[in-house]
């Protein structure tokens, strides 16, 4: 099977409070944003990203640092939501 190519990358900061993300497409920088760390945020966020023109979960991969508990809620909406993502 070929490699997965993916179109969007988010890089995203955790830390207890809040999530840092930014959002880049084919290595050029959309937008960064700060939100709450909390599951019902990275929910709303992520239905704000599908909304996008051309965004496709599929096509997308999710890069966090390894910082333990504060990722839960992130790990959470993005296994549901089948997101490819890194630590």
Not at 4 to 27: A, R, T
Not at 51 to 69: Q, Y
Request: proline share 5%; hydrophobic share 35%.
């Amino acid at each position: 099977m070929p490699p997965k190519k993916y179109s969007y990358f988010i890089g995203i900061d955790v830390s207890k409070n809040k999530l840092d993300y930014d959002v880049s497409k084919n290595g050029e920088l959309l937008f960064h944003q700060e939100r709450e760390n909390s599951e019902e945020a990275v929910r709303l966020f992520v239905k704000e990203l599908r909304e996008m023109p051309g965004f496709s979960i599929p096509k997308t991969v999710f890069c966090m640092e390894a910082i333990g508990l504060y990722a839960n809620h992130l790990l959470a909406v993005l296994q549901k939501n089948e997101g490819c993502y890194c630590g």
